[in-house]
């Protein structure tokens, strides 16, 4: 199996300020990482992915940094929104298997 | 058609009742999965359904049964369930097993009295 974990089960940031969500995995043969978003009453909605040969991507508003070397994930959201409050999940898989979700942090933007 | 339907949205059932769950795509999608999840936890597998043929149970209890009929439909039976078993139901789809972003229903939420 896998163990994800996340260093902060919540996070609150100022309207327009930059977020940062991290995530830490255990698996080194891991090579595909995913960040999804979750709102209450929906189901997690993809917002990023990044597989182990890269160690950034780049996408609207959000980044993904990748450290392999100690196995660390995480997002970044520029200009954070109201709309961004939700739950964050990672999501880590190796190849040919299924992912395996982190704990979560829970994002609030405060107005 | 990039949606993953699950129906129905919500599910009141007794103990003794059986129930099914269903989950519909028609993106094309090879692989398809529930999962369970719990008030403020992450997202559990369940079950994963390669070319339409169950390929990995997650030490799920037998009073949960997931069935694929074809590419597009994937159904989870339910009978005998516990209250404990309340949870979101979520099916998700990917375009094969594994290496690719999986496309989520918005969940069946389960109660179980």
């Known amino acids: 199996g896998e163990s994800v974990g996340l260093h902060l089960p919540t996070l609150s940031v100022q309207e327009g300020d930059n977020s940062i969500i991290n995530c830490a995995y255990s698996n080194s043969a891991s090579d595909y990482f995913i960040w999804y978003k979750q709102e209450s009453g929906k189901g997690p909605q993809f917002i990023i992915d990044i597989r182990s040969n890269m160690d950034k991507r780049q996408g609207q508003r959000v980044t993904v940094l990748l450290n392999k070397t100690v196995k660390h994930l995480s997002l970044q959201i520029a200009a954070t929104q109201p709309g961004d409050s939700a739950v964050y999940f990672c999501?880590?898989?190796?190849?040919?298997?299924?992912?395996?979700f982190g704990t979560g942090t829970s994002l609030t933007v405060i107005p | 058609d990039t949606e993953v339907t699950q129906t129905p949205k919500h599910l009141v059932m007794g103990m003794t009742n059986k129930k099914s769950l269903k989950c519909e795509q028609h993106m094309g999608h090879r692989a398809m999965y529930w999962y369970k999840q719990k008030a403020k936890k992450p997202p559990e597998l369940m079950f994963v359904y390669s070319y339409e043929k169950l390929s990995i149970n997650e030490s799920v209890p037998s009073r949960f049964s997931p069935e694929c009929p074809n590419s597009s439909l994937l159904n989870l039976h339910l009978h005998a369930l516990q209250p404990e078993d309340s949870a979101l139901y979520l099916c998700?789809?990917?375009?094969?097993?594994?290496?690719?972003?999986?496309?989520f229903g918005s969940g069946t939420r389960l109660t179980v009295v």
């Open positions: 999501a880590v898989s190796s190849t040919g298997n299924q992912f395996y």
């Open positions: 998700a789809s990917s375009q094969q097993r594994g290496a690719y972003g999986y496309t």
